[in-house]
């Protein structure tokens, strides 16, 4: 499976920005895609999952009630709305399949599949 991701830009705090992961491939053989994000000087850090099957989805803490990952399966494209962004959601925001994860998905290492990132910058 191919992944890329898109959407990322420049977005004042409190402002909202949409993040797009297109799929392709054998995309029914992947079970769970994942949000990743790197800030500077940070390890890579699960955001959020979608288990494609169900639509089962988790969030880190610091961006629950924020972010919403979601799916459009005619386009094989899964989404992350992040909206009320701070500062500390700047990032280099990747997006990842993988068939076999542990329940909550949201483990770098799980993941044998990525798309390049997209930069987040949250500034006023």
């Known amino acids: 499976v191919q992944l890329q991701a898109s959407g990322g830009g420049s977005v004042q705090p409190g402002g909202s920005l949409k993040l797009s992961c297109s799929m392709s491939?054998?995309?029914?053989?992947?079970?769970?895609v994942g949000w990743f994000r790197r800030a500077p000087g940070k390890e890579r850090e699960g955001v959020s999952s979608m288990f494609l099957a169900d639509s089962r989805t988790y969030y880190e803490d610091s961006v629950k009630g924020r972010f919403t990952i979601s799916k459009d399966n005619e386009k094989d494209t899964v989404y992350l709305q992040m909206s009320s962004v701070k500062p500390e959601d700047t990032a280099v925001y990747y997006c990842a399949a993988s068939q076999h994860t542990s329940m909550s998905g949201m483990y770098p290492h799980e993941y044998p599949f990525w798309g390049q990132g997209t930069q987040v910058t949250v500034s006023s």
């Open positions: 491939g054998y995309v029914l053989d992947y079970i769970v």
